[in-house]
């Protein structure tokens, strides 16, 4: 039986939930790079970094904050440790008013793996689009597949291309369902 993997989405439906905003470094400026932390490598060691509450709300064991950085909450990065500590970096990050020790996190793992075929639309930057730094990655991708057999070991990662999209293998899903960790979504890829 092929294994199973899930696009980790941030439930934005929940009602009355907190809203996160851009990590912060030291000194109260946004960090340089935050795309860094969705790139599919390690981040550079960071002094200590907060994210503000732009929204008060319930806080979430997940919740993607500005340029869609990942935060998870001691608990889900207990079970992200347990299960895939060779695909993460937890990056410590002080969430405002909050005293739990909340982490980004960053999947160390890029993979091409995106089954344009089996995908509902995928939409590839040509030279025309004008970004010569992107041509033949993808624009877009609606309806996202993946080939399972592209994977390999990983049980966290991104896809190349797609780094947008956060993916998890089936075991974690169950592992963070049977917590009931808040926040979270699944999509089958």
């Not at 039986?1 to 109260?28: H, K, N």
């Not at 500005?66 to 002080?94: C, K, M, N, W, Y």
């Not at 991708?141 to 089936?170: C, H, N, Y």
Request: proline residues 8%; aromatic residues 8%; negative net charge.
């Amino acid at each position: 039986m092929p294994r199973r993997y899930f696009r980790l989405l941030d439930d934005v439906t929940i009602p009355g939930r907190w809203e996160l905003g851009i990590a912060l470094d030291a000194g109260g400026n946004e960090v340089d790079d935050p795309w860094m932390f969705r790139e599919g490598r390690t981040a550079p060691p960071r002094q200590a970094l907060r994210i503000p509450v732009e929204h008060p709300g319930t806080p979430l064991d997940f919740s993607l904050a500005g340029f869609s950085t990942p935060v998870v909450h001691p608990r889900v990065a207990a079970v992200l440790l347990e299960l895939a500590a060779q695909d993460i970096q937890l990056v410590p990050v002080a969430v405002q008013g909050h005293a739990e020790p909340y982490a980004i996190l960053v999947a160390t793992r890029l993979i091409r793996c995106i089954d344009d075929a089996a995908s509902d639309e995928v939409i590839r930057w040509t030279p025309q689009d004008g970004r010569p730094d992107r041509v033949g990655q993808y624009r877009d991708v609606d309806g996202m597949r993946i080939d399972p057999t592209q994977v390999g070991d990983a049980k966290v990662f991104r896809t190349w291309g797609w780094s947008i999209a956060l993916i998890v293998s089936e075991d974690i899903k169950l592992a963070l369902e049977r917590i009931r960790a808040t926040g979270i979504r699944f999509t089958e890829v």
